[in-house]
Nanobody, 130 residues
């Protein structure tokens, strides 16, 4: 699966961006999708994950209440709506596909860990100025 992210850019603190993740030559149906970010000099961080139907989603604590993940399977696209952006949100954002049962456990546990994901996009830069 070849993933392409878009929607990044430069925004002032408090502003909003919507990132998109789509597959260029295949379907995202059946895959869980994760959004991850990496800032210079920092480790990659899981931001949010969504299951294949869109009925389950998880978020890292630092973005809860500000970011919303969603998907439109008819458009083969997953979105990350980012509101109330902060300078610490500055990073390259990547989306990735993963096997749903490895990430969203039937027990209710959400395991949005990077190592559980298989295919990754090249990323889109998000820069938030203060």
């Amino acid at each position: 699966v070849q993933l392409v992210e878009s929607g990044g850019g430069l925004v002032q603190a408090g502003g909003s961006l919507r990132l998109s993740c789509t597959a260029s030559r295949s379907s995202l149906d059946g895959y869980a999708i994760g959004w991850f970010r990496q800032a210079p000099g920092k480790e990659r961080e899981g931001v949010s994950c969504i299951n294949s139907s869109g009925s389950r989603a998880s978020y890292v604590d630092s973005v809860k209440g500000r970011f919303t993940v969603s998907r439109d399977n008819a458009k083969n696209t997953v979105y990350l709506q980012m509101n109330s952006l902060k300078p610490e949100d500055t990073a390259v954002y990547h989306c990735a596909t993963g096997t749903e049962l490895k990430i969203f456990w039937p027990s209710g546990v959400d395991a949005c860990d990077a190592w559980r994901f298989d295919s990754w996009g090249q990323g889109t830069q998000v820069t938030v100025s203060s």
